[in-house]
């Protein structure tokens, strides 16, 4: 059984550490939660991956590996990820489980120094970061930028996102734009740099069997040199409670074979922070969330509509995002049964297998996070993000006693907002 504690190291610095002898390897994180803005996302996305080429004392790759091979083979990765409105940059590590050391010694301390070093003495020059080391990760930054329209089914839920929350923080993207991130020059991301180690607060997580007011040591002196601020910031969340009086159609034209409809809603205010949160995230199931969902056995399966069809919830900006791949003149047919499978949620039209089938899987799918270091890193950021301490097993437990009405309940809430059709170019 894992023990869930959260203490603050510094001021805006937060330690979570979930105590448990289940995994071999111990799992640390750090992570700079800031708020998500175009005008900073591309640089934001930029600095883990710079950082990642090198320290003061490993100044190249080599030598930074050398440096993991010596804690048995751990592995530290850059990772850029986007909680609501909150634009979360840093690392995530591995390595081996101070348990399982062949000859008794401490790895934790050594990891939590190296990753802090990653994060706190980068490799300079002139006063700024390296510029070979801007150039390389800029380019591939922008590779993964332009990369995204090769996966049109992602992209037309990014390009829904960014047409529904055109004037909202949670329409730029994660990793930045193309534009900005060429202009970057390596003392701008040295100034961007240090703003951020100021300025946002800080998630630091682990993992494994070591006691945690061992880690919380470990990491308060792997964290001294980071700057102190009493006010560091708390990215929050811009809720939109309704939709405009009719849904947004936006088209696109490109070379493609299949066309790609995805569906916009607002859930009426209804998010993570609300006690309706189980149901609503029971009604994204039965629409569309698992392979029980009306939008998979019925518009999918029973008549053939789609290639696919599915549905997300986005938890702190109160959306829901449907997907799905589609014969262009297949358009109305498809965003009309779409649209029916969703009024029959809310008009309570819910098979008794169908609620309990989805209540499996998501009680199910939420305790199988325990045996995943990586996902269980993954929800309590999540949480963190969003101001909430509800364990994995608690919000399982939310799921039992939801009933029929409850998620008929929910469904009503949604309301449509924007539609968004990828076309093939016409012959």
Known sequence: ??????????????????????????????????????????????????????TAVHPDMESLSAALDELYGGAIEPVVRK?????????VSSFLDDAYALEGENILEPAAGLLCELLLKPCTEDGAFCSDYVAGEKANLID??????????TYAVQRLTQEMC????????????????????????????????????????????ADPDRVAEALRVALEKLPVNEERVDPGCDVRVSAGPEPILVEEA????????????????????????????MCNAIFGGTTLSKLFMNVREKLSLCYYASSMMEKMKGLV??????????YQT????????????????????????????LIGGYLSTLDDQGRQEEFWLGQAAAGLDTTIEELAAQFETVTREQVAAAARQLVLDTIYFLKGKEG
Request: hydrophobic fraction near 35%; proline fraction near 3%.
């Open 334 to 361: 498809a965003k009309d049964e779409i649209l029916a499978q969703l009024k029959a949620i809310q008009d309570g039209q819910i098979e008794t297998w169908e609620l309990e089938g989805v209540r499996r899987t």
């Open 144 to 153: 993964r930028i332009r990369a995204q329209i090769n996966d049109k089914r």
């Open 83 to 91: 909680k609501g409105e909150t634009q979360c940059v840093g690392f």
């Open 1 to 54: 059984m894992s023990q869930v504690t959260r203490r603050e190291l510094f001021p805006g610095v937060w330690l979570r550490a979930v105590h448990t002898s289940k995994f071999k390897s111990s799992y640390l994180s750090i992570t700079l939660l800031a708020p998500l803005d175009k005008k900073t996302a591309g640089a934001n996305a930029l600095i883990p991956e710079v950082l990642r080429r090198g």
């Open 254 to 281: 490109m070379d493609v074979s299949q066309g790609k409809l995805a569906l916009g809603f607002r859930t009426g205010g209804l998010t993570c922070w609300e006690e309706d949160y189980p149901a609503l995230t």
């Open 166 to 209: 055109r004037y909202e923080a949670f329409g730029a993207d994660k990793l930045g734009d193309e534009e900005s991130v060429s202009a970057i020059t390596p003392g701008d991301l040295w100034q961007r740099y240090q703003a951020l180690l100021r300025e946002a607060r800080v998630e630091v997580y682990y993992c494994g069997s």
């Open 321 to 330: 995002l449907v997907s799905s791949g589609i014969e262009f003149d297949k």
